[in-house]
């Protein structure tokens, strides 16, 4: 089986995205693990994770890197978190709000000496500053009416260059067009931080997009 590296730690064998298996854990998700050369790779699932969906759909801007401090919100169970932190060798810092999810997210983090875990509210990033360093990313998946200005506030607050918004847009206005939603939303963005690339995530995800921004 042929494996390369489509970005730095994202490898793809011509049907499938995948990261290496580094923390040697068992799956998390149901996912596959496979073995290429000696070295474990996970599979990663575009229907379980946005992020994935959004390589799948054609992201051509990957904006995370090897030595990038994450600040992801909204980390949930820890789907995607997982595969984060295999991209990067550096801390990656998960908030999420709802405490059942959480308890999950605390079992993904037992393996992963990267990841920190944070049961906290988004748009106080003042309850977490304690914990949180400066961070280069900032990755926000999360389904709320205020979700654009919640990412921006913590862009600022902790001086991020780069930053994920998987865009919900019936989490914002379930009577309005998702076009209009996005257009709108690309405009906000734009007076703060500049928009890399924007990816609609059908038939992955109904009504979201991934917008990559750099401050």
């Known amino acids: 089986m042929a494996i390369e590296e489509r970005f730095p730690g994202v490898f793809f064998d011509g049907e499938s995205y995948y990261t290496e298996n580094r923390w040697d854990t068992e799956s998390v998700y149901g996912e596959r693990i496979i073995t290429v050369k000696g070295r474990k790779y996970r599979q990663w699932d575009p229907r379980r994770s946005k992020l994935c969906a959004a390589l799948h759909k054609g992201l051509s801007s990957f904006p995370i890197k090897k030595d990038d ?7 949930a169970s820890g789907t995607t978190v997982s595969h984060i932190t295999e991209i990067t060798e550096k801390e990656v810092y998960a908030v999420e709000f709802a405490e059942r999810p959480f308890r999950n997210l ?9 990841l920190m875990p944070i049961l906290g509210n988004a748009r106080q990033p003042s309850e977490y500053k304690h914990i949180v360093p400066e961070v280069d990313v900032v990755y926000q998946d999360i389904a709320q009416r205020d979700q654009v200005e919640i990412f921006l506030k913590n862009m ?12 919900k847009s019936r989490s914002m206005n379930v009577s309005e067009k998702p076009k209009i939603v996005f257009q709108r939303v690309a405009d906000q963005l734009s007076e703060y931080t500049k928009i890399v690339q924007s990816v609609k995530l059908k038939p992955y995800e109904k009504d979201h997009m991934a917008f990559i921004v750099k401050a």
């Not at 401090?69 to 980390?75: D, E, I, K, P």
């Not at 605390?106 to 990267?114: F, H, Q, S, T, Y």
């Open 69 to 75: 401090v994450v600040l992801y919100l909204g980390a």
């Open 106 to 114: 605390i079992k993904v983090a037992e393996p992963r000496k990267n």
């Open 156 to 167: 600022a607050f902790f001086n991020a260059k780069k930053g994920i918004l998987m865009l």
